[in-house]
């Protein structure tokens, strides 16, 4: 089982930037694809972006060129790099790890869920 923790959300102005960042712990960690949701009040969660073990990425239209995602597999970390924020990107954003590997872009692939870091963006 895999135990996921965010950290590094808080509240920032549009334009700014923000590193979300996320600790992998347990006994199983080994080729799993991993990477992010978000969820603002009032909406369904929704897909941010992925990374496979080998470092391929893909992201959702709405922040493809100002987020980023990466990992680093000794340290098992997986980072949300934000930048060009928008109001609309404030939600509550969730690390999620799968037992698949690949690109995984369905909500219902991941196995694992951290507990959510809030990001607050002020207009």
């Known amino acids: 089982q895999v135990h996921l923790v965010e950290s590094g959300g808080g509240s920032v102005q549009a334009g700014d930037s923000l590193k979300l960042s996320c600790q992998a712990s347990?006994?199983?960690?080994?080729?799993?694809?991993m990477g992010w949701f978000r969820q603002a009040p009032g909406k369904e969660r929704e897909f941010v972006g992925t990374?496979?073990?080998?470092?391929?990425?893909y992201y959702a239209d709405s922040v493809k060129g100002r987020f980023t995602v990466s990992r680093d597999n000794y340290e098992m970390t997986v980072d949300l790099q934000m930048s060009s924020l928008k109001p609309e990107d404030t939600a509550v954003y969730y690390c999620?790890?799968?037992?698949?590997?690949?690109?995984?872009?369905?909500?219902?692939?991941?196995?694992?869920w951290g507990q959510g870091t809030q990001v607050t963006v002020s207009s």
């Open positions: 999620v790890a799968t037992s698949l590997g690949g690109l995984r872009l369905l909500q219902s692939e991941y196995d694992y």
């Open positions: 347990g006994r199983t960690f080994s080729r799993q694809s």
């Open positions: 990374v496979s073990w080998s470092g391929f990425t």
